[in-house]
């Protein structure tokens, strides 16, 4: 019934389209129009085969953008009648290039889009209950809390607003270990933004950035992590959550210690009866990873470490990814540009990283692309090794193929699944 709710309140706006409760049936009569997709019997029968991918104008958008070549050719004469849902494509907290990140609203959307695995990131509240949020002190940037005058107070830091006179910014810090899961659940999701002038609430939660939008966000549904499991059956789509790092010191509050939230996060899987090979749980901290490999061995085989570390000759080097295979990790998820590097003739080619990466055997996921603004000034962090070959927004897509084709990665994150679907559909890896 939690998740019948849930579906119910679903957006009804492109790219996804509003339902009927009319169920399809052999006749043919009461047919949903085309495009729609029937969440009734999603819930009864699960959603596999039962929805089509649809894409809207961005990829095409992005193709039309590209520089002429080979590759840009392809994708201009790829076929898009019959989309299939693919593990490459992976909806980064869903689909917040547009839709607020971590909601009912975003995951729908990016399952819409094809996306084969959705990301829930876990943090808990004070009762420990685990919920699907980026950080567990981000609050005040993704959500409606601080104007909320009984729920701001109970924040790390309250709201403070802005002094114009001396430029002196506002102040917030609102964690999910501050509050309940009954209070949690009372909250809306939004862009994750705000304005570090706002003199009130209502405007610190504003400063979406303008190559986003807010056209979504008059629902933001948050969810528990066990309702993002519920979800994520009923749509057909996989799963990768990822153990977010604590701002609060561990053990919380004497007795909660890191690895009974590392268990905790897997136990749900294992009550919803969901196969480990649907799961690929991440972190950033290795013991996490480790924790997985030999505590939950069939989970742990999927489990994935995130790299956030500085390259250093002794970090890229094959002998560290020797060892991290030894130690049982089998995936490895850079940020993109640890994998890429531009080669004499300004070309984009696999980093030294990479090939170490793959040598050792491991597998590779890469994170984050449309996560940037327009690419027209080279793209910012996510495309620092390679900046000097990122001049326009169809780029994305020429990076997109050096990591699918030349770096060989197994899946790549994004903000509008759309673009991963539609290049893993044309260039044959959604089969």
Same mark, same amino acid.
């Given at each position: 019934?939690?998740?019948?709710?849930?579906? %119910?309140?679903?957006?009804?706006?492109?790219?996804?389209?509003?339902?009927?409760?009319?169920?399809?049936?052999?006749? %043919?009569?009461?047919?949903l129009?085309? %495009?729609?997709?029937?969440?009734?019997?999603?819930?009864?029968?699960?959603?596999?085969?039962?929805?089509?991918?649809?894409?809207g104008?961005?990829?095409?958008?992005?193709v039309?953008?590209?520089?002429?070549?080979?590759?840009?050719e392809?994708?201009?004469?790829?076929? +898009?009648?019959?989309?299939?849902?693919?593990?490459?494509?992976?909806?980064?907290r869903?689909?917040p290039?547009?839709?607020?990140e971590h !909601?009912?609203?975003?995951?729908?959307?990016?399952?819409?889009?094809?996306?084969?695995?959705?990301?829930?990131?876990?943090?808990?509240?004070?009762?420990?209950?685990l919920?699907?949020?980026?950080?567990?002190?981000?609050?005040? !940037?993704?959500?409606?809390?601080?104007?909320?005058?009984?729920?701001?107070?109970?924040?790390?830091?309250?709201?403070?607003?802005?002094?114009?006179a001396?430029?002196?910014?506002?102040?917030?810090?609102?964690? +999910?270990?501050?509050?309940?899961?009954?209070?949690?659940k009372?909250?809306? &999701?939004?862009?994750?933004?705000?304005?570090?002038?706002?003199?009130?609430?209502? *405007?610190?939660?504003? &400063?979406?950035?303008?190559?986003? !939008?807010?056209?979504?966000?008059?629902?933001?549904?948050?969810?528990?992590?066990?309702?993002?499991?519920?979800?994520?059956?009923?749509?057909?789509?996989?799963?990768?959550?990822?153990?977010?790092?604590?701002?609060?010191?561990?053990?919380?509050?004497?007795?909660?210690?890191?690895?009974?939230?590392?268990?905790?996060?897997?136990?749900?899987y294992?009550k919803?009866?969901?196969?480990?090979?649907?799961?690929?749980?991440?972190s950033?901290n290795?013991?996490?990873?480790?924790?997985?490999i030999?505590? !939950?061995?069939r989970?742990?085989?999927?489990?994935?470490?995130?790299?956030?570390? @500085?390259?250093?000759d002794?970090?890229?080097?094959?002998?560290?990814?020797?060892?991290l @295979?030894?130690?049982g990790?089998?995936?490895?998820?850079?940020?993109?540009?640890?994998?890429?590097?531009?080669? &004499?003739?300004? *070309?984009?080619?696999?980093?030294?990283?990479?090939?170490?990466?793959?040598?050792?055997?491991?597998?590779?996921?890469?994170?984050?692309?449309?996560?940037? &603004?327009?690419l027209?000034?080279g793209?910012?962090?996510?495309?620092?090794?390679?900046?000097?070959?990122?001049?326009?927004?169809g780029?994305v897509? +020429?990076?997109?193929?050096?990591?699918?084709?030349?770096?060989?990665?197994?899946?790549?994150?994004?903000?509008?699944?759309?673009?991963?679907?539609?290049?893993?559909?044309?260039?044959g890896?959604?089969?």
């Amino acid at each position: 019934m939690i998740l019948r709710t849930l579906l %119910g309140i679903a957006l009804c706006s492109p790219p996804l389209a509003c339902t009927q409760a009319a169920p399809n049936t052999q006749a %043919g009569q009461n047919r949903l129009p085309p %495009g729609q997709v029937d969440w009734q019997g999603a819930l009864e029968h699960g959603a596999k085969g039962h929805d089509t991918i649809e894409i809207g104008p961005r990829p095409f958008w992005l193709v039309d953008d590209m520089d002429e070549g080979p590759l840009k050719e392809r994708l201009q004469a790829c076929q +898009t009648k019959h989309l299939k849902r693919t593990d490459f494509s992976i909806g980064h907290r869903g689909a917040p290039l547009q839709f607020p990140e971590h !909601t009912l609203e975003s995951y729908v959307a990016a399952a819409k889009m094809g996306a084969g695995i959705v990301e829930c990131d876990v943090a808990f509240t004070k009762d420990r209950e685990l919920v699907c949020r980026h950080a567990q002190n981000d609050l005040h !940037t993704t959500t409606d809390i601080v104007t909320i005058p009984e729920l701001n107070a109970r924040c790390t830091q309250p709201f403070v607003p802005a002094d114009p006179a001396t430029g002196i910014p506002a102040r917030a810090e609102c964690r +999910t270990s501050d509050i309940t899961l009954a209070e949690f659940k009372t909250l809306k &999701g939004k862009m994750d933004a705000f304005n570090p002038m706002a003199t009130t609430p209502e *405007e610190y939660v504003r &400063g979406t950035a303008d190559w986003r !939008t807010d056209l979504y966000t008059a629902r933001g549904t948050l969810m528990t992590h066990r309702e993002s499991i519920d979800l994520f059956q009923a749509l057909g789509v996989k799963f990768t959550p990822e153990l977010k790092s604590p701002v609060v010191e561990m053990p919380f509050e004497g007795d909660y210690s890191q690895q009974d939230y590392a268990r905790q996060m897997i136990e749900d899987y294992r009550k919803a009866g969901v196969s480990p090979g649907d799961v690929w749980p991440q972190s950033f901290n290795l013991d996490d990873v480790l924790f997985w490999i030999n505590e !939950t061995p069939r989970f742990g085989e999927q489990a994935v470490f995130l790299d956030q570390a @500085k390259p250093t000759d002794g970090n890229t080097s094959l002998a560290y990814m020797e060892s991290l @295979k030894a130690q049982g990790v089998n995936i490895l998820a850079p940020a993109l540009w640890k994998l890429l590097a531009l080669n &004499g003739h300004q *070309e984009i080619v696999p980093s030294g990283y990479a090939e170490n990466a793959r040598l050792a055997g491991l597998d590779l996921i890469a994170w984050t692309v449309e996560r940037s &603004g327009p690419l027209a000034s080279g793209g910012g962090w996510y495309y620092q090794s390679v900046t000097d070959a990122i001049n326009n927004d169809g780029d994305v897509l +020429t990076v997109i193929d050096a990591l699918a084709r030349d770096v060989g990665v197994i899946g790549i994150f994004s903000d509008w699944p759309a673009t991963t679907t539609f290049y893993a559909n044309c260039m044959g890896l959604a089969e």
